[in-house]
T-cell receptor
Framework: NAGVTQTPKFQVLKTGQSMTLQCAQD?????MSWYRQDPGMGLRLIHY???????DQGEVPNGYNVSRSTTEDFPLRLLSAAPSQTSVYFC???????????FGPGTRLTVT | GESVGLHLPTLSVQEGDNSIINCAYS??????FIWYKQESGKGPQFIID?????DKRQGQRVTVLLNKTVKHLSLQIAATQPGDSAVYFC?????????????FGQGTRLTINP
């Protein structure tokens, strides 16, 4: 069981570039979510999904897109990167809402 | 609005002592609360959780207390060890149409002194 995996671990983008952060889990969890963590702050919810084909916005969704075509994968797309999106991004999954969330190791993104 | 905050951003304790980390939450509809531990360069790691129908839950060396009257959550760590040094986050689950919206606090950095 690999748990929740994220790629890449580090990424540097120029302003305006686009990219996709990958997230996968092998626990057959229905619920997956993306968070960003900025220095000195807790995690803030970007988008979440309660199952394949279903996604919804979290607290800070602007500038990000998600899709959930399979139970295992939940990629996060940055459409046009901005310096304000410099952050550490965590993906998480859980059996269902209201159950323990398992977090991936994170992707550290820098936008210059 | 929804917010989860911590009373102390940093906490230093002597190895072997007990530590208490506090958290205030604001949403009375929150039904589930979690404490996470985050070590440098890693993702948050689940420590213990508690549902809103309970006021105390114990794990191995950790206890979570929930006071719904004053919307207060605390994490007690017994006999702290050097490996307990980390940032600790509380989070509240706000029910949103059957989904899960976790609202995290700012975090408390716990340092264990030898």
């Amino acid at each position: 069981n690999a748990g929740v995996t994220q790629t890449p671990k580090f990424q540097v983008l120029k302003t305006g570039q686009s990219m996709t952060l990958q997230c996968a889990q092998d626990m057959n969890h229905e619920y997956m979510s993306w968070y960003r963590q900025d220095p000195g702050m807790g995690l803030r919810l970007i988008h979440y999904s309660v199952g394949a084909g279903i996604t919804d916005q979290g607290e800070v969704p602007n500038g990000y897109n998600v899709s959930r075509s399979t139970t295992e994968d939940f990629p996060l797309r940055l459409l046009s990167a901005a310096p304000s999106q410099t952050s550490v991004y965590f993906c998480a999954s859980s059996y269902a809402p209201g159950y323990e969330q398992y977090f991936g190791p994170g992707t550290r993104l820098t936008v210059t | 609005g929804e917010s989860v905050g911590l009373h102390l951003p940093t906490l230093s304790v002597q190895e072997g002592d007990n530590s208490i980390i506090n958290c205030a939450y604001s949403n009375s509809a929150s039904d589930y609360f979690i404490w996470y531990k985050q070590e440098s360069g890693k993702g948050p790691q689940f420590i213990i959780d508690i549902r809103s129908n309970m006021d105390k839950r114990q794990g191995q060396r950790v206890t979570v207390l929930l006071n719904k009257t004053v919307k207060h959550l605390s994490l007690q760590i017994a006999a702290t060890q050097p490996g307990d040094s980390a940032v600790y986050f509380c989070a509240e689950n706000v029910p949103v149409q059957g989904a899960q919206k976790l609202v995290f606090g700012q975090g408390t950095r716990l340092t264990i002194n030898p």
